[in-house]
């Protein structure tokens, strides 16, 4: 494991003390700058695509083509409202690096909340950042000696603290750490790639051996 991965896996450790809200840290900031976020039009909505309740379960039950990083929100929590644009500077700065990733939102407040997507899916607060990929983040379904379950062993979480997918994980550090939110989500980005070239070199392996046996 190289020293790089090393720094940002600990960073990432460091903010996996796992919060379940971020309200308590926003009690900090002064009564006139959340008076005015909250008075505030939330700007920034169309930049990023909503989608769905159904959309979004398809998304969690079958691993998309593309990785995703998902925001589940409510658009008139305060936090809410102070999270989106650092999520917005996450994706394009994704977009700069030329990741392959889509960012998407969620509002968890569209219907009612008993029976609503963020409840099914074990999401307990808002703001929620989670990573959707083809890979199994979930700890119970690892391969307890596989390299990812080694990797992030300290950074996932079990099923009861995560969101109810096989193919996703939250965020669990501090929303308002932006340098520790873009390492995690680099790190998931990075995971993901790994196992796709994986899977696209295990593939092209099987091809070339059945080409040979199918040789004259």
């Known amino acids: 494991m190289s020293q790089h991965f090393k720094l940002v896996l600990l960073t990432v450790i460091a903010g996996t003390v796992g919060i379940s809200g971020i309200d308590h840290n926003l009690g900090a900031i002064r009564g006139d700058v959340a008076a005015g976020a909250l008075q505030a039009p939330l700007r920034l909505q169309y930049n990023i695509t909503e989608i769905s309740w159904r959309q979004a379960e398809d998304m969690l039950k079958n691993a998309p ?37 889509k960012f998407v939102k969620v509002n968890c407040n569209d219907g009612k909340l008993s029976d609503g997507l963020c409840h099914r899916y074990n999401v307990a607060a808002v703001p929620t950042v989670a990573y959707v990929a083809d890979l199994p983040f979930q700890r119970e379904k690892l391969p307890p000696k596989s390299f990812i379950q080694r990797a992030l062993r300290w950074c996932i979480h079990s099923t009861m603290d995560d969101v109810d997918s096989v193919h996703a994980t939250c965020y669990k550090g501090d929303m308002f750490l932006y340098q520790e939110l873009k390492d995690w989500a680099t790190m998931m980005y990075g995971l993901s790639q790994m196992k796709r070239k994986l899977d696209s070199v295990r593939q092209s392996n099987f091809i070339e051996h059945l080409t040979k046996l199918l040789s004259p």
Request: with cysteine; glycine share 2%; net charge neutral.
């Open 65 to 101: 083509l593309i990785d995703h990083i998902v925001l589940f929100y409510v658009p008139l929590h305060f936090g809410c409202r102070q999270f989106m644009h650092l999520f917005l500077t996450l994706s394009q700065q994704f977009e700069q690096e030329k990741r392959n990733v």
